[in-house]
């Protein structure tokens, strides 16, 4: 079963950035779409951003203009660049396939926006 081992998350102002990376234990990025999910205290979990093995990318409204989903097959790595932030976007974020997040879910990182 492929591993998903998300990292770059941390405490961040209001307006700053991030970059999150989802490192895979073997290469998926050619045969699954894959996405960035979010799940906030008492919220469900929602897609934030996704990418299909073609390169199509779709977003979220609230993140559309301030994401950017990327990512390096050759790696086995997708990115989730976060500019703009705000303190709504503060969740526990993971990658994992999509529509149907069929893989093991990693353990996530978290995200904090506050000033």
């Known amino acids: 079963q492929v591993q998903l081992v998300e990292s770059g998350g941390g405490l961040v102002q209001p307006g700053g950035s991030l970059r999150l990376s989802c490192a895979a234990s073997r290469s998926i990025f050619s045969i699954y779409a894959m996405g960035w999910y979010r799940q906030a205290p008492g919220k469900q979990r929602e897609l934030v951003a996704s990418?299909?093995?073609?390169?199509?990318?779709n977003y979220a409204g609230s993140v559309k203009g301030r994401f950017t989903i990327s990512r390096d097959n050759a790696k086995n790595t997708m990115y989730l660049q976060m500019n703009s932030l705000k303190p709504e976007d503060t969740a526990l974020y993971y990658c994992?396939?999509?529509?149907?997040?069929?893989?093991?879910w990693g353990q996530g990182t978290q995200v904090t926006v506050s000033s």
């Open positions: 990418i299909t093995p073609g390169g199509s990318i």
């Open positions: 994992n396939a999509v529509p149907v997040p069929a893989l093991d």
